[in-house]
């Protein structure tokens, strides 16, 4: 084991030289969570406000109390109400330019002459909604008018039941207590712990997976590059298991996966806000990932021919792992058969443990960390038999 830690701190030490470890491992990922941030941190933090325009042809009583409530929902929902005198004058404000300094309107409701007659009659009348741009906004102002017309239908179908039934009396009366019953049937939301990762622990924690096995492929390829360097015949003629050449060149992988993982971990919380959950289910999940990593890139070094070829093949892998795995989108949102097929990645088995963690606790990671290591014993087990022909004298 001593020998084994000598060439691992010897390794160590030449990735510190060389910098290249702190770039791919750290300065690569973290710099793109930046920029994943700093894209997806304005969606996730959305308010809703917009600006809306009424138009009152009719000045009856069931316009005004469509004013009234058109008020109402503005002060509940931060959007702004525009009294204005003209269809025309909606018309200017929602038709303006996109980003010119001018006022505009999301959307603006005009209620027709006649439209309170009409509602207490059987006469069909519509409000108009001239939706601007599109968006939030238009779309929130004809779900607005939708259900405020479901809810006169309602009320209309309800005086009309009572009258043929011989009741008598104002309908406007009527109306106003039939549309004040509350509904029959109530929905409720209530709110649970999903198991699904917010847009910034879901970028950072994707891209530190992703990046891993850049990392990781340092320790396993180097192997190849001491072959090619003309060492590794000395480390193999001197007095020492030729055990401790794999264990070394594992132990300076497993150091450099651990020290990039906590860093990005460290750093995308602080930084961007990101949460990983629970730090000892973290660490279980980081420890599985890299021994995961570690197998698998040990399969792609032992079957290569020349350092070289173990680079390529090694990003080969880690990318379209990387992939298939969803660090870079939610695949398993989308559903079908790629949303199955991630889960013979490694990668989809770490985002799986945060999502669990995240809406659970530290024994709901168990089963993607089982799942991890055996990746990292099946792998591993084909890849010690390749890496131990390439120490053959």
Not at 179 to 184: E, G, N, Q
Request: proline share 4%.
């Amino acid at each position: 084991m001593r020998h084994a830690w000598t060439i691992a701190a010897k390794d160590l030490k030449l990735r510190v030289r060389d910098r290249s470890a702190f770039i791919v491992g750290i300065i690569a990922p973290l710099g793109l969570a930046a920029i994943f941030s700093s894209i997806f941190n304005p969606i996730e933090s959305f308010e809703f406000s917009a600006t809306y325009a009424v138009v009152d042809e009719d000045q009856g009583i069931v316009a005004r109390q469509f004013v009234d409530v058109l008020d109402q929902f503005g002060e509940g929902s931060k959007a702004d109400i525009v009294v204005l005198s003209s269809r025309q004058e909606a018309l200017d404000l929602v038709d303006v330019e996109p980003f010119s300094n001018e006022e505009s309107a999301d959307a603006a409701f005009v209620i027709p002459a006649g439209f309170s007659d009409a509602v207490q009659s059987e006469r069909p009348v519509e409000i108009e909604v001239i939706s601007g741009q599109g968006g939030v906004g238009s779309g929130v102002a004809v779900a607005f008018a939708e259900q405020y017309a479901s809810e006169l239908t309602y009320a209309r179908i309800a005086v009309a039941s009572f009258e043929n039934l011989g009741g008598a009396g104002d309908r406007f009366a009527s109306g106003l207590r039939a549309a004040s019953i509350p509904p029959p049937v109530l929905l409720d939301s209530v709110e649970v712990d999903n198991k699904i990762l917010a847009g910034k622990t879901f970028y950072s924690a994707g891209l530190a997976i992703f990046f891993l096995f850049f990392t990781i492929q340092f320790g396993v390829n180097s192997l190849l590059e001491e072959r090619h360097a003309g060492t590794l015949s000395r480390l193999i003629a001197a007095p020492l298991r030729r055990s401790s050449i794999i264990a070394g060149k594992a132990m300076m992988s497993f150091v450099l996966g651990i020290v990039s993982m906590a860093v990005l971990v460290l750093a995308t919380t602080l930084l961007f806000g990101a949460d990983w959950g629970n730090p000892f289910g973290v660490f279980l999940l980081v420890v599985a990932g890299i021994f995961s990593a570690l197998g698998i890139l040990a399969v792609v070094a032992g079957f290569a021919r020349t350092a070289e070829q173990a680079a390529n093949y090694s990003s080969m892998v880690a990318v379209v792992l990387g992939f298939l795995g969803g660090t870079f989108f939610p695949i398993g949102q989308a559903g079908g058969l790629l949303a199955d097929l991630r889960f013979i990645t490694p990668h989809a088995w770490f985002m799986q443990g945060l999502g669990d963690l995240a809406g659970g606790n530290v024994a709901d990671v168990l089963p993607a960390v089982g799942a991890l290591l055996l990746f990292g014993i099946v792998a591993g087990t084909f890849g010690l038999m390749g890496l131990r022909k390439g120490l053959q004298p």
